[in-house]
């Protein structure tokens, strides 16, 4: 019996800022490995693994410094800038469990495993969900930031995963609340622990 290969792709470190599935990010990029992973994944039909680094101040978090969970991302658009840097477009397409990490030729590449968070009970997830947009509406009122265009497009998502992702990643909170709700690997208990974000958020 042969293994299975793996899945292996150029890996972009983020900083301060976390990518879900879904959501479309402007990223500016300016540290060497991390352009030469964008132009390599330019070769690999604009795909790139995107996750973010546990602490804002490392200079080289590869390895130990980044999460290991992150997500599969297309890039849609990359310029480059007059002062050597890129900016780029991407769009998060599904979560990854990061393995090892490795550099070749100035890019870091990550072999990694795509996956989707359970659900243990699709009545109760509907109605989490439903609830969710309660409590995300009135988050809202009392949050001037946010555009109204961003409530309208929640109501529109009847999709539990997709809606989820939406709210996350839409929230103003810390980066390791939403690394942590990025990791739950049960939509059931991620919606009950957006709830009690929520909650607190509206009680402040």
Known sequence: MTDKPKNILPVLHLRGVLVFPYMMANLDVGHTHSMKSLERAALENNRIILATQKSFLDENPIKSGIYTTGVLAEIK??????????????????????????????????????????IRD??????????????????????????????????????????????????????????ELLEEECLDIAFNKVLVILTREIDL
């Open 77 to 118: 658009q990359f310029v480059k800038m007059p002062n050597n840097t890129m900016r780029v477009l991407v769009e998060g397409l599904n979560r990854v469990k990061l393995g090892e990490i490795f550099e070749l030729d100035a890019c870091y590449f990550t072999d990694y495993q795509e996956f989707e968070p359970s």
């Open 122 to 179: 699709v009545l109760e997830v509907e109605a989490l969900r439903k609830l969710t947009l309660e409590y995300f509406e009135k988050w809202g009122s009392v949050n001037n930031k946010v555009s109204p265009e961003v409530f309208i497009t929640a109501k529109a998502i009847e999709e539990p995963q997709r809606f989820f992702d939406f709210i996350v990643g839409n929230l103003f909170i810390d980066i390791k609340q939403k690394q």
